[in-house]
């Protein structure tokens, strides 16, 4: 009766091999890598893009500078003196600052809206889900297993195991 | 207000906004926009599903580990009764 009842009992019991366990937490390495690298990569072509608008920036600004310059004779004749518009130079002065105000929100813009956070933070969360989920289903195999090994003994086959086993030889013939 | 300090009104933010339009035009420095600025909204799951799918499997591996529990209880006592039996 005890022995009908063990193997009712155990052939009820599930298997989860521990590769399951191992598979969802590289799993949830290879999201993490794999976030990084896309965050580092939005990052690096935003700061290139930055980096150029603002060497175009300081090009245009020495083109304007350049236009305000008057160049005079010096006294002695034997050289110039160069003369810059003050009111010309404090507007072009401002419409940079301007420029390179409006260039850093672009880069913060660029750098959020192509950083997908929201569908990486979902991917996270679903393998945090699953590995909860696995964890569990691990501890109640254990627990089970223990179960059997204790008292049917420890050199007698696991249910699923055996059958895995014979399904294994089976598949080889 | 009445209808001539309507147009009043109206032809101040006209003549503002050629005001601002002329500044544009004439800034070197304004280079514009880049042609895009992010991705789409898309997405593989709604938050809703996420949450609901979040609530409930939590609630199932929660019960596993109360039944892991149970059966490391169980498994002591039929241990106990073994050793008092046999």
Not at chain 1, 10 to 37: A, D, Q, V, Y
Not at chain 2, 65 to 84: C, H, P, V
Request: charged share 25%.
């Amino acid at each position: 009766m005890i022995l009908l009842f063990l193997s009712i009992l155990c052939m009820s019991c599930g298997t989860i091999p521990p590769e399951f366990l191992t598979t969802m937490e590289k799993e949830r390495e290879g999201i993490n890598l794999l976030k990084e690298r896309h965050q580092k990569t939005v990052y690096e072509l935003t700061e290139n893009w930055y980096q150029e608008r603002l060497n175009r920036l300081l090009f245009i600004k020495q083109l304007e500078i350049n236009k305000i310059v008057l160049s005079i004779p010096d006294t002695d004749g034997s050289s110039t003196i160069e003369v810059i518009k003050k009111e010309a130079l404090i507007k072009i002065d401002a419409q940079f600052s301007a420029a390179v105000t409006l260039t850093t929100k672009i880069r913060n813009l660029l750098i959020e809206g192509y950083s997908d956070t929201s569908n990486w933070e979902k991917l996270v969360k679903l393998n945090t889900i699953n590995l909860e989920m696995t964890r569990s289903l691990t501890d109640l195999n254990a627990a089970q297993r223990k179960f059997y090994s204790d008292l049917a003994g420890k050199n007698i086959p696991f249910p699923s195991d055996f059958i895995n086993q014979q399904t294994q030889e089976l598949l080889k013939n | 207000m009445t209808p001539k300090e309507k147009y009043v009104k109206a032809l101040k933010e006209v003549f503002a906004a050629q005001k601002e339009v002329h500044a544009a035009e004439n800034n070197p420095f304004n280079l514009g926009m880049p042609s895009h600025l992010g991705l789409s909204e898309e997405t593989f799951i709604t938050d809703a599903v996420l949450t609901q799918l979040s609530t409930e499997v939590s609630q199932a591996a929660n019960d596993n580990q109360k039944f892991t529990k149970l059966w490391n209880l169980g498994t002591d006592i039929l241990l106990k009764a073994k050793e008092i039996l046999l």
